[in-house]
């Protein structure tokens, strides 16, 4: 389950290549995507790799996680914005294909509702990427969030207001809800791939290895899912006992 690669660099380079060989074999495949500053280089391996080869993307579906809540898609750190300049506009995608939840939606209920609805008449996830808190968040579902959730409204811990307030020019401004897949729209994926780099995520792969299947660990969920891994560099891995680690 835990894969040790020698830098993000070497996750970044091996994901990118998964994921357009997963675009390849199934050119109508609908992907799950995350944000965060551990996609970065995952989403520019991938730039690079459509920008040589040229596949043709055009049946692709993209799902996003999640977004905060009262932020409009020009806001630079809301994740609709992120997308768009990391992955979106670099690959050419249209706006048809693109699925974010809605951040300034009116009727927030209706938004969940229907984004859930919008996977599964998609045909399912075939790949979801995440990330993870500190907190042990995927998505932005926080600690507790029941494993059969869908799609829903959040009210973000202090924890992860906190993490996510380096993005922001002060803590003030970070909002304090988001909107987000749920756990069960994610465990609903063919294949999950979730990415931890760096010092700062070593305690929370160790929480991750130790916790039984608990929703006080949201990401503990995955540990029953069929096809899931998780992608450490050395020093996200730093925590775990050596002889759980695949090193690839
Ligand atoms: C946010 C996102 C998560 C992401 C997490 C980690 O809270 N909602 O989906 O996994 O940040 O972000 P980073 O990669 O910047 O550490």
Redesign the pocket.
Known sequence: MFYLFSSPEAIANHLSQRLLQIMQEKPDAVLGL??????EPVYAHLVELVRLQKPDLSGITTFN??EYIGLPPSHPQSYNYYMHQHLFNPLGLNEEQINLPCGVCENQEQECQEYSERIKAAGGLDFQL????TNG????NEPYTPFDSLTHVIELSEN?RL??GRFFDNQDEVPTH?I?MGIKDIMDAKEVVLVATGEH?AQVMADLFNSPVDEFMPASALKQHGNFCVYLDEAAAGLLPANVLKRI
């Open positions: 995350a944000t965060g500053s551990t996609m996680l999640d995440l990330g993870i808190g968040h995927i998505g932005f992860t993490d996510n988001a987000t995520k």
